[in-house]
């Protein structure tokens, strides 16, 4: 774990845990060992390791770097400049791919960066957040970053818990990671509906990511919690961010090729606030018209983006016309 720590922000320290890629973990306290542990019961294997899966692959099969399409964000609709006032919930201007998984939002920066930080509203039931979803649908509201490269892509970020129940992760949005490796995606750092996360989302070192939370559990106590894995090294991570796009979205994601956009499932008023990117910390600036590379939804019909700036918007997703 030492070396893991000393790569991270000194900020991101206080409770750790690394996954690598053969499902081994570590944490940095040992109460947060057992708390994981505790929390992911039937995740294990026999050798005690996290099991590993043949699926797990990123939630948004966006392809890589080189096939993405990446229009002009300064014919876009919704390309206003920095300013302060909000354009109200409109449907995005550019209709995102089908990838038979759920309807979404996703803004895209340009290549060149490895990390993101960002402030962010978590929807609460049953105003802001509605799972309905059919037999086959799976739904499940998520709010997340991650990377592209010509390697593939990771998604790292928060998932909503919809179920009710008294469990520390009921009715909670928790920290997940899909695409780094074939490991199983375990339940760790749980954060309160209808309350803010400051979220980081970088590279510490070549070949891993790392995602930090900040904010308040489901009984209102300070959550801190920084997850780092190691990625297949056929991904091409570099903390430089050379060869590297760094993703936002907001989804209903659904079970592959069992898309239903009829169930009316939803999440409402997801605020993205002071988004920035960079490479190393301290370098981040705003997402703005020079960084920014596309912005999306998939169906347009099935998305409303209450838009200030590249940096600031509320995203509205669901299951059914909006």
Same mark, same amino acid.
């Given at each position: 774990?030492?070396?893991?720590?000393?790569?991270?922000?000194?900020?991101?320290?206080?409770?750790?845990?690394?996954?690598?890629?053969?499902?081994?973990?570590?944490?940095?306290?040992?109460?947060?060992?057992?708390?994981?542990?505790?929390?992911?019961?039937?995740?294990?294997?026999?050798?005690?390791?996290?099991?590993?899966?043949?699926?797990?692959?990123?939630?948004?099969?966006?392809?890589?770097?080189?096939?993405?399409?990446?229009?002009?964000?300064?014919?876009?609709?919704?390309?206003?400049?920095?300013?302060?006032?909000?354009?109200?919930?409109?449907?995005?201007?550019?209709?995102?791919?089908?990838?038979?998984?759920?309807?979404?939002?996703?803004?895209?920066?340009?290549?060149?960066?490895?990390?993101?930080?960002?402030?962010?509203?978590?929807?609460?039931?049953?105003?802001?957040?509605?799972?309905?979803?059919?037999?086959?649908?799976?739904?499940?509201?998520?709010?997340?970053?991650?990377?592209?490269?010509?390697?593939?892509?990771?998604?790292?970020?928060?998932?909503?818990?919809?179920?009710?129940?008294?469990?520390?992760?009921?009715?909670?949005?928790?920290?997940?990671?899909?695409?780094?490796?074939?490991?199983?995606?375990?339940?760790?750092?749980?954060?309160?509906?209808? =309350? *803010?996360?400051?979220?980081?989302? /970088? $590279?510490? #070192?070549? !070949?891993?990511?790392?995602?930090?939370?900040? +904010?308040?559990?489901?009984?209102?106590?300070?959550?801190?919690?920084?997850?780092?894995?190691?990625?297949?090294?056929?991904?091409?991570?570099?903390?430089?961010?050379?060869?590297?796009?760094?993703?936002?979205?907001?989804?209903?994601?659904?079970?592959?090729?069992?898309?239903?956009?009829?169930?009316?499932?939803?999440?409402?008023?997801?605020?993205?606030?002071?988004?920035?990117?960079?490479?190393?910390?301290?370098?981040?600036?705003?997402?703005?018209?020079?960084?920014?590379?596309?912005?999306?939804?998939?169906? =347009? *019909?099935?998305?409303?983006?209450? /838009? $200030?700036? #590249?940096? !600031?918007?509320?995203?509205?997703?669901?299951? +059914?016309?909006?």
């Amino acid at each position: 774990m030492k070396d893991i720590m000393e790569h991270l922000d000194k900020e991101d320290r206080e409770n750790v845990l690394y996954i690598a890629l053969d499902g081994s973990y570590y944490a940095n306290k040992a109460s947060l060992l057992a708390e994981f542990k505790k929390q992911n019961e039937g995740k294990f294997d026999a050798t005690g390791k996290l099991k590993l899966l043949t699926n797990e692959i990123p939630l948004i099969d966006e392809g890589n770097i080189n096939s993405i399409t990446k229009p002009d964000v300064t014919t876009l609709t919704e390309e206003t400049g920095l300013t302060a006032t909000s354009s109200g919930y409109q449907h995005p201007s550019s209709q995102c791919t089908n990838n038979n998984s759920g309807p979404y939002r996703k803004v895209l920066s340009k290549s060149g960066y490895s990390r993101l930080i960002a402030n962010i509203y978590l929807p609460a039931k049953p105003n802001e957040a509605v799972m309905t979803p059919s037999a086959t649908s799976g739904d499940k509201g998520y709010i997340y970053t991650g990377a592209v490269t010509s390697g593939g892509q990771i998604d790292m970020g928060l998932a909503l818990n919809y179920e009710a129940g008294p469990a520390p992760t009921n009715e909670t949005w928790g920290m997940f990671v899909t695409g780094a490796s074939s490991v199983i995606t375990p339940d760790y750092g749980n954060y309160k509906m209808g =309350t *803010s996360v400051y979220m980081k989302y /970088y $590279t510490p #070192q070549n !070949n891993q990511a790392a995602l930090y939370c900040s +904010g308040y559990d489901k009984a209102g106590n300070p959550s801190i919690h920084t997850l780092v894995v190691a990625v297949s090294t056929s991904l091409n991570f570099k903390t430089s961010g050379v060869g590297m796009q760094i993703k936002r979205i907001t989804s209903i994601g659904q079970i592959k090729n069992h898309q239903d956009l009829t169930t009316g499932s939803f999440i409402k008023n997801v605020g993205w606030s002071n988004v920035k990117i960079g490479t190393t910390s301290g370098s981040e600036v705003l997402m703005n018209s020079s960084n920014t590379s596309s912005m999306c939804g998939y169906k =347009t *019909s099935n998305v409303l983006v209450d /838009y $200030t700036n #590249q940096a !600031n918007e509320k995203v509205w997703v669901k299951c +059914g016309n909006l």
